[in-house]
């Protein structure tokens, strides 16, 4: 995997749990490899994951802050193992469900089924919050030893949204792969089929050509260079942050952000503070607003609170001159 990109480690420290019968296979890797590319157009992060049966590859953003994976099921989706999850299960509990779908006014599918747990799919490109069912199906990923990509491996009954809006997403995506702070993101559902760590690296490339990025699902190496393993040079780590409010669109009250903070007390350019309104560093317990979000994103760390051109302004008064 010859790449050199920008690359990010994440742990997550959601309390241990367990989804029964997610793993399809006795195999059990130590971690998987989902290789992305950048859409030239839209400028998003996509890859392709192959789910239902027979398998169908299926063209997804990446969304950091994601509270799960959620597909359009409005056209062609046909599965034979597709299953709705029904209200008040345990399925149904890991999604953090608040409402319930009692009947379908229309012919049995996926995304319409009577007695089934609904979710609010989120649209993080429009901030569009929409409703859909929770169900469940099967989605194969490639494993990986940390160098080389190894044998395809299942999870038979991954939880996922049927719903969500498509405006604004790349050109043939059908919906968003959610890598949030839930039980359901794609991170911790496949951290529970493997039993691996429940962590993940993303390298990205800034190029939009032929050259790939990859997301690492579990423990490293992560091998980008032939015999350099990027994993070793983590040395540094930084606390993440719980903001108790949600930041999707659209959310159950009560409900925490599934979105990545950090703690910063103040930003500095070559040694020279850059001027801003430090309360909007930290989290307004109440609101949920100010802080600063990990998200891919032109302005990274900044969650639309903290006008980050002004950053931009410094560094660019700063490099022309020349310190």
């Known amino acids: 995997m ?10 997550s420290l959601l309390p ?4 029964p019968s997610l793993s399809k296979t006795s195999f059990r890797p130590k971690a998987l490899v989902l290789p992305v590319s950048k859409d030239a157009s839209s400028l998003q992060y996509v890859a392709l994951i192959n789910q239902r049966t027979p398998l169908v590859p299926v063209k997804l953003t990446l969304d950091l802050g994601g509270q799960f994976q959620w597909v359009d099921c409005e056209e062609g989706y046909v599965s034979s193992s597709y299953k709705p999850v029904r209200c008040r299960s345990a399925q149904c509990e890991l999604a953090r469900s608040k409402s319930c779908v009692s009947e379908c006014y229309a012919s049995p599918r ?6 089934t747990c609904a979710v609010l799919p989120d649209n993080t490109v429009t901030r569009t919050g929409t ?4 169900g469940q199906d099967v989605v194969s990923i490639q494993s990986t030893d940390g160098s080389n990509p190894g044998r395809a491996v299942s999870v038979s009954k991954l939880i996922f949204a049927c719903g969500g809006s498509l405006e604004g997403l790349a050109s043939g995506v059908k919906g968003m792969a959610g890598f949030g702070r839930t039980k359901i993101s794609l991170p911790s559902q496949f951290s529970a089929a493997f039993s691996f760590d429940r ?3 993303i390298c990205l ?7 790939k990025g990859v997301v690492f699902f579990g423990d490293g190496p992560y091998v980008l260079l032939p015999g350099i393993d990027v994993s070793r040079s983590l040395i540094y780590s930084t606390p993440l942050i719980l903001n108790p409010v949600s930041t999707a669109s659209a959310y159950f009250t009560g409900e925490p952000s599934s979105d990545y903070f950090i703690g910063v007390k103040s930003i500095k350019i070559n040694g020279k503070a850059v001027p801003l309104n430090r309360s909007l560093l930290s989290i307004d317990r109440i609101e949920g607003t100010g802080g600063n979000e990990d998200q891919y994103c032109d302005t990274i760390y ?8 002004s950053c931009h302004g410094h560094f660019c008064q700063r490099a022309s001159q020349g310190s």
């Open 2 to 11: 010859a790449l050199t990109r920008n690359f990010l480690l994440f742990c």
């Open 199 to 201: 962590k993940f690296a």
């Open 302 to 309: 900044s969650n639309g609170n903290i006008n980050l051109q």
């Open 205 to 211: 490339t800034s190029s939009s050509s032929n050259a």
């Open 110 to 115: 996926p995304g319409c089924n009577n007695n």
């Open 16 to 19: 241990f749990f367990i989804v």
């Open 131 to 134: 409703s859909g069912e929770v």
